[in-house]
Protein backbone atom coordinates (compact mmCIF):
# COMPACT_ATOMS: atom_id res chain seq x y z
CA UNK A 1 0.00 0.00 0.00
CA UNK A 2 2.64 2.21 1.00
CA UNK A 3 4.77 1.34 -1.93
CA UNK A 4 1.76 1.83 -4.41
CA UNK A 5 1.04 5.43 -2.38
CA UNK A 6 4.94 6.76 -3.41
CA UNK A 7 4.94 5.37 -6.87
CA UNK A 8 1.68 7.98 -7.62
CA UNK A 9 3.02 10.66 -5.90
CA UNK A 10 5.91 9.95 -8.06
CA UNK A 11 3.86 10.14 -11.14
CA UNK A 12 1.74 12.64 -9.91
CA UNK A 13 5.66 14.78 -8.61
CA UNK A 14 7.17 14.31 -12.20
CA UNK A 15 4.21 14.98 -14.51
CA UNK A 16 3.11 18.44 -12.28
CA UNK A 17 7.16 19.54 -12.56
CA UNK A 18 7.31 18.42 -16.40
CA UNK A 19 4.00 20.56 -17.29
CA UNK A 20 5.46 23.60 -15.02
CA UNK A 21 9.13 23.20 -17.05
CA UNK A 22 7.37 23.00 -20.12
CA UNK A 23 6.65 26.61 -19.54
CA UNK A 24 10.02 28.15 -19.56
CA UNK A 25 10.41 28.72 -23.30
CA UNK A 26 7.19 30.85 -22.96
CA UNK A 27 8.73 33.10 -20.37
CA UNK A 28 11.76 33.41 -22.69
CA UNK A 29 10.21 33.82 -25.35
CA UNK A 30 8.01 36.88 -23.59
CA UNK A 31 11.50 38.38 -21.97
CA UNK A 32 13.00 38.08 -25.20
CA UNK A 33 10.07 40.35 -26.88
CA UNK A 34 11.01 42.64 -23.93
CA UNK A 35 14.59 43.19 -25.22
CA UNK A 36 16.42 40.54 -23.12
CA UNK A 37 19.30 38.96 -24.33
CA UNK A 38 19.18 35.22 -23.45
CA UNK A 39 22.10 35.23 -21.60
CA UNK A 40 20.50 37.89 -19.33
CA UNK A 41 18.01 35.79 -19.21
CA UNK A 42 19.38 32.66 -18.61
CA UNK A 43 21.98 33.60 -15.19
CA UNK A 44 19.93 36.00 -13.76
CA UNK A 45 17.00 32.87 -13.90
CA UNK A 46 20.02 30.88 -12.34
CA UNK A 47 21.39 33.19 -9.99
CA UNK A 48 17.45 34.26 -8.52
CA UNK A 49 16.97 30.86 -7.94
CA UNK A 50 19.94 29.58 -5.12
CA UNK A 51 17.83 31.36 -2.64
CA UNK A 52 14.82 28.96 -3.34
CA UNK A 53 16.55 25.97 -3.34
CA UNK A 54 18.59 27.22 -0.59
CA UNK A 55 15.26 27.81 1.34
CA UNK A 56 13.62 24.32 0.15
CA UNK A 57 16.46 22.54 1.07
CA UNK A 58 16.79 24.00 4.93
CA UNK A 59 12.91 22.85 4.98
CA UNK A 60 13.45 19.23 3.46
CA UNK A 61 14.09 18.04 6.85
CA UNK A 62 17.33 16.11 4.90
CA UNK A 63 20.06 18.16 6.47
CA UNK A 64 20.84 14.85 8.70
CA UNK A 65 21.79 13.26 5.03
CA UNK A 66 24.55 15.69 4.05
CA UNK A 67 26.99 13.76 6.38
CA UNK A 68 26.00 10.62 5.30
CA UNK A 69 27.38 11.53 1.87
CA UNK A 70 30.87 10.68 0.25
CA UNK A 71 32.92 13.34 -1.23
CA UNK A 72 31.82 11.85 -4.92
CA UNK A 73 28.23 12.12 -4.15
CA UNK A 74 28.80 16.11 -3.94
CA UNK A 75 31.25 16.37 -7.14
CA UNK A 76 28.74 14.28 -8.99
CA UNK A 77 25.46 16.73 -8.71
CA UNK A 78 27.58 19.68 -8.81
CA UNK A 79 28.65 18.05 -11.95
CA UNK A 80 25.27 16.85 -13.13
CA UNK A 81 24.05 20.63 -12.35
CA UNK A 82 27.41 22.41 -14.55
CA UNK A 83 26.43 19.93 -17.26
CA UNK A 84 22.42 20.17 -17.60
CA UNK A 85 22.00 23.73 -15.69
CA UNK A 86 24.90 25.56 -16.93
CA UNK A 87 25.52 23.89 -20.30
CA UNK A 88 22.70 22.36 -21.09
CA UNK A 89 20.58 25.79 -19.85
CA UNK A 90 22.87 28.30 -22.24
CA UNK A 91 22.50 26.06 -25.07
CA UNK A 92 18.91 25.61 -24.66
CA UNK A 93 18.18 29.58 -24.09
CA UNK A 94 20.04 30.09 -27.35
CA UNK A 95 18.40 27.83 -29.12
CA UNK A 96 15.05 29.61 -28.27
CA UNK A 97 16.62 32.71 -29.93
CA UNK A 98 16.57 30.79 -33.27
CA UNK A 99 12.93 28.21 -33.07
CA UNK A 100 9.78 28.40 -32.27
CA UNK A 101 9.19 27.29 -27.97
CA UNK A 102 6.71 24.54 -28.97
CA UNK A 103 9.34 22.76 -31.72
CA UNK A 104 12.34 23.45 -28.89
CA UNK A 105 9.85 21.77 -26.14
CA UNK A 106 9.28 18.53 -28.37
CA UNK A 107 12.48 17.78 -29.46
CA UNK A 108 14.12 18.52 -25.73
CA UNK A 109 11.75 15.52 -24.98
CA UNK A 110 14.01 13.30 -27.11
CA UNK A 111 15.75 12.30 -23.32
CA UNK A 112 13.95 9.90 -21.88
CA UNK A 113 14.79 7.96 -25.24
CA UNK A 114 18.41 7.98 -24.28
CA UNK A 115 17.98 7.60 -20.28
CA UNK A 116 16.15 4.48 -21.32
CA UNK A 117 19.22 3.18 -24.00
CA UNK A 118 21.69 3.97 -21.28
CA UNK A 119 20.16 1.96 -18.50
CA UNK A 120 19.60 -0.81 -21.38
CA UNK A 121 23.10 -0.48 -22.26
CA UNK A 122 23.87 -1.07 -18.35
CA UNK A 123 21.56 -3.94 -18.13
CA UNK A 124 20.92 -5.62 -21.21
CA UNK A 125 17.89 -7.62 -22.15
CA UNK A 126 16.67 -8.97 -24.75
CA UNK A 127 14.36 -5.89 -26.24
CA UNK A 128 16.82 -4.25 -28.48
CA UNK A 129 13.49 -4.57 -31.23
CA UNK A 130 11.29 -2.67 -29.21
CA UNK A 131 14.51 0.18 -28.58
CA UNK A 132 15.36 0.50 -32.88
CA UNK A 133 12.03 0.94 -33.37
CA UNK A 134 11.16 3.71 -30.78
CA UNK A 135 14.57 5.29 -31.56
CA UNK A 136 13.59 5.27 -35.14
CA UNK A 137 9.66 6.67 -34.51
CA UNK A 138 11.70 9.39 -32.34
CA UNK A 139 13.66 10.01 -35.16
CA UNK A 140 11.24 10.53 -37.65
CA UNK A 141 9.30 12.17 -35.12
CA UNK A 142 12.18 15.09 -34.75
CA UNK A 143 12.73 15.31 -38.58
CA UNK A 144 8.67 16.30 -38.95
CA UNK A 145 8.71 18.41 -35.97
CA UNK A 146 11.36 20.79 -37.25
CA UNK A 147 10.06 20.80 -40.81
CA UNK A 148 13.70 18.85 -42.19
CA UNK A 149 11.94 17.73 -44.85
CA UNK A 150 10.99 21.18 -46.05
CA UNK A 151 13.54 22.29 -48.18
CA UNK A 152 13.41 25.89 -47.42
CA UNK A 153 14.37 25.20 -43.66
CA UNK A 154 16.82 28.45 -43.08
CA UNK A 155 19.83 27.35 -41.56
CA UNK A 156 20.06 28.69 -38.31
CA UNK A 157 17.15 26.87 -37.60
CA UNK A 158 19.51 23.60 -37.74
CA UNK A 159 21.64 25.43 -35.52
CA UNK A 160 19.30 25.67 -32.85
CA UNK A 161 17.95 22.06 -33.59
CA UNK A 162 21.45 20.88 -32.63
CA UNK A 163 21.65 23.00 -29.59
CA UNK A 164 18.35 21.84 -28.09
CA UNK A 165 19.25 18.25 -29.22
CA UNK A 166 22.74 18.92 -26.81
CA UNK A 167 21.04 20.15 -24.12
CA UNK A 168 18.53 16.82 -24.36
CA UNK A 169 21.57 14.89 -23.81
CA UNK A 170 22.40 16.70 -20.58
CA UNK A 171 18.74 16.34 -19.49
CA UNK A 172 19.23 12.90 -19.69
CA UNK A 173 22.80 13.08 -17.44
CA UNK A 174 21.16 14.64 -14.97
CA UNK A 175 18.30 12.58 -14.73
CA UNK A 176 20.52 9.44 -14.42
CA UNK A 177 22.37 11.39 -11.90
CA UNK A 178 19.40 12.51 -9.63
CA UNK A 179 17.35 9.35 -9.45
CA UNK A 180 20.68 7.65 -7.92
CA UNK A 181 22.10 11.00 -5.55
CA UNK A 182 18.31 11.91 -4.81
CA UNK A 183 17.85 8.63 -2.29
CA UNK A 184 21.50 9.52 -0.94
CA UNK A 185 21.60 13.26 -0.17
CA UNK A 186 17.72 13.87 -0.18
CA UNK A 187 16.18 15.20 -3.28
CA UNK A 188 15.65 18.71 -1.92
CA UNK A 189 19.60 18.38 -1.30
CA UNK A 190 20.64 16.91 -4.73
CA UNK A 191 18.86 19.84 -6.34
CA UNK A 192 20.09 22.30 -3.96
CA UNK A 193 23.77 21.43 -4.98
CA UNK A 194 23.11 21.22 -8.24
CA UNK A 195 21.54 24.45 -8.90
CA UNK A 196 23.86 26.49 -6.43
CA UNK A 197 26.59 24.91 -8.61
CA UNK A 198 25.12 25.91 -11.94
CA UNK A 199 24.02 29.68 -10.25
CA UNK A 200 27.47 30.24 -9.36
CA UNK A 201 29.00 29.31 -12.92
CA UNK A 202 26.65 31.40 -14.31
CA UNK A 203 26.83 34.49 -12.01
CA UNK A 204 30.49 34.20 -12.91
CA UNK A 205 29.64 33.74 -17.01
CA UNK A 206 27.82 36.85 -16.69
CA UNK A 207 30.34 38.72 -14.92
CA UNK A 208 33.29 38.11 -17.18
CA UNK A 209 30.65 38.36 -20.36
CA UNK A 210 28.66 41.70 -19.60
CA UNK A 211 29.16 42.36 -15.90
CA UNK A 212 26.59 42.83 -13.34
CA UNK A 213 26.03 46.28 -12.95
CA UNK A 214 25.31 46.72 -16.53
CA UNK A 215 22.15 44.88 -15.83
CA UNK A 216 18.44 46.69 -16.61
CA UNK A 217 15.35 45.54 -16.65
CA UNK A 218 11.75 47.04 -16.97
CA UNK A 219 9.37 46.35 -14.51
CA UNK A 220 7.31 44.22 -16.83
CA UNK A 221 11.00 41.74 -17.56
CA UNK A 222 11.19 41.93 -13.83
CA UNK A 223 7.88 40.22 -13.31
CA UNK A 224 8.40 37.66 -15.88
CA UNK A 225 11.82 36.93 -14.47
CA UNK A 226 10.35 35.95 -11.46
CA UNK A 227 7.70 34.36 -12.38
CA UNK A 228 10.41 32.19 -14.69
CA UNK A 229 12.22 31.15 -11.46
CA UNK A 230 9.54 30.33 -9.11
CA UNK A 231 7.09 28.71 -11.19
CA UNK A 232 9.01 27.33 -13.81
CA UNK A 233 12.26 26.79 -12.24
CA UNK A 234 12.30 26.36 -8.78
CA UNK A 235 9.28 24.82 -7.42
CA UNK A 236 9.05 21.94 -10.80
CA UNK A 237 12.85 21.13 -10.60
CA UNK A 238 11.71 20.07 -6.50
CA UNK A 239 9.11 18.56 -7.62
CA UNK A 240 10.83 16.22 -10.30
CA UNK A 241 13.29 15.75 -7.95
CA UNK A 242 11.06 14.20 -5.52
CA UNK A 243 9.23 12.25 -8.36
CA UNK A 244 12.87 10.70 -9.26
CA UNK A 245 13.83 9.71 -5.43
CA UNK A 246 10.21 7.21 -6.04
CA UNK A 247 9.95 6.01 -9.46
CA UNK A 248 13.10 5.86 -11.11
CA UNK A 249 15.17 7.71 -13.91
CA UNK A 250 13.19 5.57 -16.23
CA UNK A 251 9.46 5.97 -15.09
CA UNK A 252 10.12 9.40 -13.99
CA UNK A 253 11.39 10.14 -17.73
CA UNK A 254 8.02 8.79 -19.38
CA UNK A 255 5.47 10.71 -17.14
CA UNK A 256 7.80 13.58 -18.50
CA UNK A 257 6.33 13.19 -21.62
CA UNK A 258 3.11 15.14 -21.13
CA UNK A 259 4.92 18.03 -21.95
CA UNK A 260 5.54 18.65 -25.58
CA UNK A 261 1.39 18.60 -26.02
CA UNK A 262 1.24 21.05 -23.04
CA UNK A 263 4.36 23.17 -24.34
CA UNK A 264 2.21 23.33 -27.42
CA UNK A 265 -0.59 24.33 -26.32
CA UNK A 266 1.31 27.26 -24.33
CA UNK A 267 2.97 28.24 -27.63
CA UNK A 268 0.16 28.58 -29.76
CA UNK A 269 -2.20 30.18 -27.02
CA UNK A 270 -0.12 32.36 -25.67
CA UNK A 271 2.79 33.49 -28.05
CA UNK A 272 0.59 32.81 -31.09
CA UNK A 273 2.65 30.53 -32.81
CA UNK A 274 1.28 28.12 -35.48
CA UNK A 275 1.90 24.42 -36.11
CA UNK A 276 0.85 22.30 -39.02
CA UNK A 277 -0.46 18.89 -39.62
CA UNK A 278 2.78 17.37 -40.38
CA UNK A 279 4.77 19.03 -37.00
CA UNK A 280 1.97 17.79 -34.78
CA UNK A 281 2.18 14.19 -36.15
CA UNK A 282 6.34 14.36 -35.30
CA UNK A 283 5.32 15.65 -32.41
CA UNK A 284 3.08 12.45 -32.09
CA UNK A 285 5.48 9.67 -33.60
CA UNK A 286 8.17 11.36 -30.34
CA UNK A 287 5.86 10.25 -28.22
CA UNK A 288 4.88 7.17 -29.12
CA UNK A 289 7.82 5.91 -29.84
CA UNK A 290 9.20 7.01 -25.82
CA UNK A 291 6.18 5.19 -24.92
CA UNK A 292 7.05 1.70 -26.52
CA UNK A 293 10.63 2.05 -25.18
CA UNK A 294 9.58 2.54 -21.84
CA UNK A 295 5.90 1.12 -20.99
CA UNK A 296 7.64 -2.41 -20.04
CA UNK A 297 8.71 -2.78 -16.47
CA UNK A 298 11.70 -0.80 -15.88
CA UNK A 299 14.82 -2.18 -14.77
CA UNK A 300 16.32 -0.18 -11.56
CA UNK A 301 18.32 3.13 -12.62
Not at 49 to 77: K, M, N, T, V, W
Not at 83 to 105: H, K, P, Q, V, W
Not at 259 to 285: N, R
Request: proline share 3%; net charge positive.
Amino acid sequence: MLAGTSRFLGIVYTSLGAVMLSSKGIFAKLLFAQGVDFETVVAVRSVLAIPGFLLLAALSGQRHRLSEARPAHYLLAIAAGLACYYLGAMANFYALTRIDASIERALLYTYPAVVTLAIWLRHPTREMGRILLALTLTMGGILLTVGMLNQDLPPQDLVGVGWVLFCSLTIAFYFIVAARLSLTLGSANFTCIAMGAAGLAFATHYELSQGWQSLRLNDEAWALMITLVVFATVTPLVLVAAGLRRIGAQRAAITSTVAPASAVLLATSVLGESIDGSQLLGIGLIVIGILIIELRPAPRS
